[in-house]
């Protein structure tokens, strides 16, 4: 898939799993946040190297992923808060942003995580962190802090939606009845907005700051 590749080029940390849980993609970035190389972890179960748990420390990752659960009963995703374990038995506590790209079938589908690290986890909301005053301030206010707000058309904030759910260019040029010209014309000034340079970062950033 070509979405995939932006994976790569990016500086966001992720990773992404297949429909049984099997890491198929781990990006630099997500190795230096948790340690793990990837010649180590694809193929594995995630649940098996992330040992993902909850805030207040219940286990969360496991053999029957409540995730791929929603993805199948296609349930919407919204962001959440976990804790991992990394490759020297440390734990971070991370926010991570789910992308399900249908592969061949709608029940064959890759999961791409991209994950932001949080400094503190405020156990309440699950998604705070201290300012310089020690007030507790959102994940979303940390990371948009000082930027100016988005105003996408509603022609662009639908073929966003369209490259969340995975869809290629040449599916949203059939979708939307428009020329491929004018998707591409869309799609820069989308990242232009959001002043990013891969179709992934956007999302990414969308979802972050509930664009879509």
Same mark, same amino acid.
């Given at each position: 898939?070509?979405?995939?590749?932006?994976?790569?080029?990016?500086?966001?940390?992720?990773?992404?799993s297949n429909?049984?849980?099997?890491?198929?993609?781990?990006?630099?970035?997500?190795e230096?946040?948790?340690? @793990?190389?990837?010649?180590?972890?694809? *193929?594995?179960?995630?649940?098996?190297?992330?040992?993902?748990?909850?805030?207040?420390?219940?286990?969360?990752?496991?053999?029957?992923?409540?995730?791929?659960?929603?993805?199948r &009963?296609?349930?919407?995703l919204? @962001?959440?808060?976990?804790n991992? &374990?990394?490759?020297?038995?440390?734990r971070?506590?991370?926010?991570?942003?789910?992308?399900?790209?249908?592969?061949?079938?709608?029940?064959?589908?890759?999961v791409?995580?991209?994950?932001?690290?949080?400094?503190?986890?405020?156990?309440?909301? *699950?998604l *705070?962190?201290p300012?310089?005053?020690?007030?507790?301030?959102?994940?979303d206010?940390?990371?948009?802090?000082?930027?100016?707000p988005?105003?996408?058309?509603? &022609?662009e904030?639908?073929?966003?939606?369209?490259l969340?759910?995975?869809?290629?260019?040449q599916?949203?040029? &059939?979708?939307?009845?428009i020329?491929?010209d004018t998707?591409?014309?869309?799609?820069?000034?989308?990242?232009?907005?959001?002043?990013?340079?891969?179709?992934?970062?956007?999302?990414?950033?969308a979802?972050r700051?509930?664009?879509?």
């Amino acid at each position: 898939m070509a979405i995939l590749e932006d994976i790569i080029d990016t500086t966001e940390s992720a990773f992404a799993s297949n429909r049984n849980g099997r890491i198929v993609d781990w990006n630099e970035s997500v190795e230096r946040l948790l340690g @793990h190389a990837s010649s180590d972890v694809i *193929g594995r179960h995630c649940f098996e190297v992330l040992d993902g748990k909850d805030i207040f420390g219940n286990r969360f990752c496991h053999y029957r992923c409540a995730v791929r659960c929603m993805i199948r &009963r296609h349930e919407p995703l919204n @962001h959440w808060q976990l804790n991992y &374990r990394t490759a020297s038995s440390d734990r971070i506590n991370v926010l991570v942003s789910a992308i399900v790209l249908n592969n061949n079938t709608p029940s064959d589908f890759i999961v791409v995580h991209v994950l932001k690290p949080i400094v503190s986890a405020d156990v309440e909301s *699950g998604l *705070g962190a201290p300012d310089k005053q020690g007030n507790r301030i959102s994940v979303d206010v940390l990371e948009e802090e000082g930027t100016c707000p988005v105003e996408l058309t509603a &022609r662009e904030a639908e073929i966003l939606q369209l490259l969340a759910a995975g869809s290629t260019t040449q599916e949203i040029v &059939r979708l939307l009845c428009i020329s491929e010209d004018t998707v591409r014309t869309h799609i820069r000034n989308i990242l232009n907005k959001l002043n990013v340079h891969s179709r992934l970062q956007a999302v990414c950033l969308a979802i972050r700051r509930r664009l879509i």
